[in-house]
């Protein structure tokens, strides 16, 4: 498969040193994707950027967001790019045997994004950046891993500099319009977008939880399932064992050793119990694959 080729910058950001805020939104809800979403300009367009009136996109009305975002778009001395990591992608990175925090997803993503920014070929000089976690710290990883570029990470970063507000707005009419046009994977009779917030402490938000929970599949697609919140709605859960599909790390050398996991193991319910893990050289199958002897095949000669 050939690799995607990054979009081309606008010609001023090849010629001028730039600068760019990134900011993020949706990082604390239960449903729907985290947004990192940055914004850039020449150097020289600062003074103006000032004057545009943007603003912590929180502070804002979507009504202001949605007009100060298109009018960021058609504005030639603008750029901007958005980075999407949806519920589902958020989960299993949280989940999986190696976790991955949400801090380091997020210092990823916006790093991914002074990556794109610069595959681009845009000049970039100066970054700032709302911070995760501490900021001189995440400062320093940024500038090791980008030596050539300047960065200033502080709190509340998005209500000190305009081309971090811009970039909030960019990120927040990003996640906003994302949730209303969201498009269920799953089929099941009744579903709603009638989520409230989306965070943990909403009743609306609760209720919905609620509604839509299912005793063997969990949640719909929209939801973190790896978030706490998750957890008491499956008191009563079935539990699901099936074996895996991967051979266990811990195998013996020849690699047969299969295992079998429990969903609660893999904390799809958010169940807070050791992981139980059966080592049972390919027995313990379901029966269907038993009857049928079946075997997961890698290589074919």
């Known amino acids: 498969m050939a690799e995607a080729v990054a979009a081309a910058a606008p010609e001023w950001a090849t010629k001028e040193p730039c600068l760019m805020g990134i900011d993020e939104a949706g990082r604390g809800p239960v449903l729907g994707p985290m947004v990192y979403g940055c914004m850039y300009c020449a150097r020289s367009y600062n003074n103006t950027l000032s004057t545009l009136k943007f603003a912590d996109s929180k502070t804002l009305k979507e009504e202001q967001r949605e007009e100060l975002f298109e009018s960021l778009k058609v504005n030639s001395s603008i750029g901007w790019e958005v980075d999407v990591i949806c519920p589902k992608d958020l989960s299993a990175k949280m989940l999986k045997k190696s976790k991955v925090n949400l801090n380091e997803i997020s210092h990823n993503s916006a790093m991914g994004l002074v990556r794109k ?14 911070t995760v976690g501490d900021p001189e710290k995440y400062r320093i990883k940024l500038t090791e891993k980008f030596p050539g570029i300047r960065f200033v990470v502080a709190k509340k970063a998005d209500s000190l500099y305009p081309v971090v507000s811009g970039a909030s707005i960019v990120a927040k009419v990003t996640r906003d319009r994302a949730l209303r046009n969201w498009a269920f994977d799953e089929t099941a009779l009744n579903m709603h977008m009638k989520t409230g917030s989306g965070y943990p402490g909403d009743p609306d938000t609760k209720q919905w939880l ?63 119990r050791k992981t139980e893990e059966i080592e049972s050289s390919g027995k313990g ?17």
């Open 117 to 130: 920014v610069l595959d681009m070929g845009v000049l970039l000089a100066e970054v700032y950046i709302d």
């Open 210 to 272: 609620e509604d839509h929970k299912h005793p063997v599949f969990g949640f719909p697609t929209l939801v973190r399932f790896s978030w706490g919140t998750c957890t008491p709605f499956f008191k009563n859960a079935v539990e699901v064992t099936w074996e895996s599909d991967e051979v266990d790390e811990d195998a013996s050398n020849n690699g047969s050793a299969k295992r079998q996991v429990k969903l609660s193991s893999l904390g799809f319910t958010g169940f807070k």
């Open 285 to 301: 199958r379901c029966k269907f694959f038993q009857a049928r002897k079946l075997e997961l095949v890698r290589k074919f000669q």
